[in-house]
């Protein structure tokens, strides 16, 4: 028996090793956006500004393919930034000087990102119920879920004269929230000079309206040559649009 145990256990310890590596292996690489991509972009002195909110579970699970469908849920709102410095000199981003002003008037600071992450890491859920790997497997499916989520927390520090910088800031924003009318996002940048740059952004966004396919007009046929036709005839136009013309024309 003792042996047959030594087996049980060594091929218990090959399959938790197999998850932790799985689970904690690297984060997909977050894809750089150009500044035009972003839908909210402010530029002061120089120094651009661009803001991009994942206000809904779509947007935030395709940036964090683990576990980002959750967040909203959670009550948080992922900020994806970026910043240019067109400035002839170095620029400091600190996360602390990140703010979000609610349309009650009411002013939060950006989350540590330890904090953030807390908000929204995976329970233990069926994890626990496997023999041995208990806690040691949700451990590992923690690790993997926190790495891809730091991975792409905007870097704090200076940013040199001519160079961007990009990443997520995060807000705690009420679950129960569906709009984000009359919300803005604030940064102030400093300079080594002790000059500031304030930023002041308003952002729009909605959870509540889902896109919907709109179905093309149907295009009416010509009449028979000879008879005049009882409605618009619409015939492609060489851009690609459509001319539409009455039956008086």
């Known amino acids: 028996m003792g042996r047959w145990r030594q087996v049980y256990a060594g091929a218990w310890g090959f399959l938790l090793a197999y998850l932790v590596a799985g689970c904690a292996s690297g984060p997909p690489p977050m894809l750089a956006l150009p500044m035009d991509a972003y839908p909210f972009r402010q530029e002061q002195a120089g120094v651009r500004l661009g803001v991009d909110p994942l206000f809904s579970k ?35 981003v600190e996360r602390g000087n990140f703010g979000m002003i609610l349309p009650d008037g009411q002013s939060d600071v950006a989350l540590n990102p330890q904090d953030a992450f807390g908000m929204v890491k ?12 208990g806690q040691a497997g949700s451990a590992a499916r923690e690790i993997g879920w926190e790495k891809q989520f730091l991975s792409r927390v905007l870097q704090e520090g200076p940013v040199p004269a001519g160079k961007p910088v990009s990443g997520f800031v995060f807000f705690y924003f009420p679950e129960g929230e569906q709009n984000l009318a009359g919300t803005r996002l604030t940064l102030a940048i400093k300079t080594p000079s002790g000059e500031e740059r304030a930023f002041s952004i308003p952002l729009q966004g909605r959870r509540d309206i889902q896109s919907r396919t709109v179905a093309p007009p149907p295009v009416s046929k010509p009449a028979p040559s000879g008879q005049p036709s009882d409605g618009p005839v619409q015939t492609p136009g060489a851009g690609g649009g459509v001319i539409i013309k009455s039956p008086a024309q």
């Open 58 to 92: 779509e947007a935030a699970l395709t940036a964090f393919p683990r576990g980002g469908d959750t967040f909203a849920d959670q009550g948080l709102l992922p900020v994806r930034v970026m910043i240019e410095n067109g400035s002839t000199e170095e620029i400091s």
């Open 122 to 133: 995976p329970t233990v859920g069926y994890w626990a119920l496997l023999p041995i790997l």
